[in-house]
């Protein structure tokens, strides 16, 4: 067993950056930017959902028992559960969850654009495509601040989605509008796919919507029904619909295919991802961590699967981190490698 230092640390990320790397972001990452975690959204979902059922004319029998529960400190995944999959209501809850999402992403993406500082996130991405030509993105996420900070990299992305403006989900199509034609030292052209992030969305995103029955992605906002799955027992009903099963299959094999696994602010709370990730910690795949606070779901992985290194804040200086791996805790002093704005100059960057 090696002994937790700096240098240890350093060393396995760094040695993560090849080929085969998949990249899951979590909810975590979001609300560094200022959009709302399951709390806020929950306390939001409370304030805005009674009137669109009233509106609606549905019954509110089924949603008083979430709002019991969320009251009595259950979580919202777990209070959302107590609704019928064939409730109505659910897609009330979609739409507002939408709507409450969407006005956090705006000054978030308002503050992404302004800034003439480089988007780490973004710089993070960069090298992950220097090792692969199609690097694998997984993200529960329904905002686009990773298609933003792609952009902003001069990233291209892969989404599944063919067209601009108004993109219909055909992932072959989406894949040709990478290809490129090289000519290796002179020789006859071939065609070859240019670097680029592979983004796979499994609970659906703000700009998928069903347009007269097909999934499309649209820019332009659309009087249409958002393809967004909220969390709680819908999710099992629409995950096996287009495009959430084709997603969720790109995902799980980008999984099932990574030679190491990098999480940003992500929770392990999400059950279809953890069943393809148990297997990969049980081959000690090289995996890290990074989270402002780890939840219970992530700090419950790392004690079951030492050869994780776990990344987080250390309690009551957070200006220090929490390294955590093969079983031993280290507090490395003054410096935040949670965080990608320090991580990536320390650590990547050296």
């Given at each position: 067993m090696s002994i937790l230092n700096p240098q240890v640390i350093y060393t396995h990320i760094q040695d993560m950056f090849t080929s085969g790397i998949t990249t899951v972001v979590g909810s975590g990452l979001s609300c560094a930017y200022g959009l709302p975690g399951m709390g806020a959204l929950a306390d939001g979902l409370v304030v805005s959902v009674p009137p669109l059922i009233l509106k609606a004319g549905?019954?509110?029998?089924?949603?008083?028992?979430?709002?019991?529960?969320?009251?009595?400190?259950?979580?919202?995944?777990?209070?959302?559960?107590?609704?019928?999959?064939?409730?109505?209501?659910?897609?009330?809850?979609v739409a507002s969850t939408a709507q409450i999402i969407l006005d956090a992403e705006s000054t978030a993406m308002s503050t992404m654009l302004a800034s003439n500082e480089p988007c780490m996130l973004g710089k993070l991405l960069i090298y992950v495509t220097k090792a692969n030509i199609a690097a694998d993105v997984i993200t529960t996420n329904y905002d686009r601040i990773i298609e933003l900070a792609c952009a902003l990299a001069g990233i291209t992305v892969d989404t599944g989605f063919s067209g601009n403006s108004i993109g219909r989900y055909d992932e072959v199509s989406s894949r040709s509008q990478l290809q490129v034609v090289k000519r290796p030292g002179g020789r006859k052209p071939v065609v070859a796919l240019k670097s680029h992030v592979r983004l796979s969305k499994p609970h659906g995103s703000l700009d998928w919507y069903d347009y007269f029955g097909h999934p499309v992605r649209s820019e332009i906002p659309l009087q249409s029904r958002r393809l967004m799955i909220t969390p709680g027992l819908s999710k099992y009903r629409s995950g096996y619909d287009r495009?959430?099963?084709?997603?969720?299959?790109?995902?799980?094999?980008?999984?099932?295919?990574?030679?190491?696994?990098?999480?940003?602010?992500?929770?392990?709370?999400?059950?279809?991802?953890?069943?393809?990730?148990?297997?990969?910690?049980?081959?000690?795949?090289?995996?890290?961590?990074?989270?402002?606070?780890?939840?219970?779901?992530?700090?419950?992985?790392?004690?079951?699967?030492?050869?994780?290194?776990?990344?987080?804040?250390?309690?009551?200086?957070?200006?220090?981190?929490?390294?955590?791996?093969?079983?031993?805790?280290?507090?490395?002093?003054?410096?935040?490698?949670?965080?990608?704005?320090?991580?990536?100059?320390?650590?990547?960057?050296a």
């Open positions: 549905h019954s509110e029998e089924n949603w008083l028992v979430v709002e019991e529960q969320l009251n009595r400190g259950v979580g919202l995944e777990a209070a959302l559960d107590s609704l019928p999959s064939d409730d109505p209501i659910i897609s009330l809850v495009p959430f099963d084709s997603q969720k299959s790109r995902a799980t094999k980008a999984i099932d295919d990574a030679s190491s696994l990098l999480f940003v602010g992500y929770g392990f709370n999400d059950d279809h991802l953890q069943t393809h990730l148990d297997p990969q910690f049980n081959m000690n795949t090289k995996t890290t961590v990074l989270a402002r606070t780890l939840t219970n779901s992530a700090l419950a992985y790392v004690a079951r699967f030492p050869a994780i290194l776990a990344l987080d804040k250390w309690p009551d200086d957070p200006s220090s981190t929490r390294a955590q791996m093969h079983g031993q805790t280290l507090k490395v002093e003054g410096l935040k490698l949670w965080d990608l704005a320090e991580m990536i100059p320390e650590v990547l960057s």
